[in-house]
């Protein structure tokens, strides 16, 4: 399996920028569709973004959109999540996930492989 580590987290005001990064392991990051999901304290794990093996197709949930742009660049073998005009309601451990040979998915049950996760955390 495809090994991920992120990067990227911090504390930051209320409408600052972020960019996660998310390095993966392996010659093959370009059969892997790659999603962000975060983890609020004392919240269930939610989606946040999901983007397909190309990065062509891309997915967010509604809270984002518009604020949060989920990009890659397969010839470093490295996935992205900008975040701007960040809110309290952002703070969360974000985490990467892979799936290989399959299309971009939300379902965090689609995704064998996980990073260990970056805390975010958005102070008011």
């Known amino acids: 399996q495809v090994q991920l580590v992120e990067s990227g987290g911090g504390l930051v005001q209320t409408g600052d920028s972020l960019r996660l990064s998310c390095v993966a392991s392996?010659?093959?990051?370009?059969?892997?569709?790659m999603g962000w999901f975060r983890q609020p304290p004392g919240k269930e794990r939610e989606f946040v973004a999901t983007?397909?093996?190309?990065?062509?197709?891309?997915y967010y949930t509604n809270s984002v959109k518009g604020r949060f742009t989920i990009s890659r660049d397969n010839a470093k073998n490295t996935l992205y999540l900008q975040m701007n005009s960040l809110k309290p309601e952002d703070t969360a451990v974000y985490t990467c996930?892979?799936?290989?040979?399959?299309?971009?998915?939300?379902?965090?049950?689609?995704?064998?492989?996980w990073g260990q996760g970056t805390q975010v955390t958005v102070s008011s």
């Open positions: 983007i397909s093996r190309t990065g062509g197709i891309s």
């Open positions: 392996g010659r093959t990051f370009s059969s892997y569709a």
């Open positions: 996930a892979a799936r290989n040979g399959y299309s971009a998915s939300q379902y965090p049950h689609d995704y064998p492989s």
